[in-house]
Nanobody
Framework: QVQLVESGGGLVQAGGSLRLSCAAA????????MGWFRQAPGKERDFVAGISWSGPITLYADSVKGRFTISRDNAKNTVYLQMNSLKPEDTAVYYCAARARLTAGPHDDYDYWGQGTQVTVSS
């Protein structure tokens, strides 16, 4: 079992930045690929970014490429999502997820999910 807790969400103006964190507890964090997803009101949950278990392989949704950066610190059992140049359309609940595979993927076939953190971008 892996417990995931997101933090760092909040209200920010368009063009601003936020850094989300996801702290993991339970099984060996480094054995899991990690992903960030988001869900806006009335919409499906969408993939945002993913990172392989060892960190060198990352994957991004086209909508966030060049603006968001995913990283992980296996010593701290934490994955991060640095979000820059935020837009109102980035407003959503952001979830981190873990799966027992080497690489992350864009589909929601992850084994564990956090409770989410709200990100609101005002225009």
């Amino acid at each position: 079992q892996v417990q995931l807790v997101e933090s760092g969400g909040g209200l920010v103006q368009a063009g601003g930045s936020l850094r989300l964190s996801c702290a993991a507890a339970g099984r060996t964090f480094r054995n899991y690929a990690m992903g960030w997803f988001r869900q806006a009101p009335g919409k499906e949950r969408d993939f945002v970014a993913g990172i392989s278990w060892s960190g060198p392989i990352t994957l991004y949704a086209d909508s966030v490429k060049g603006r968001f950066t995913i990283s992980r610190d296996n010593a701290k059992n934490t994955v991060y999502l640095q979000m820059n140049s935020l837009k109102p359309e980035d407003t959503a609940v952001y979830y981190c997820a873990a799966r027992a595979r080497l690489t992350a993927g864009p589909h929601d076939d992850y084994d564990y999910w956090g409770q989410g953190t709200q990100v609101t971008v005002s225009s």
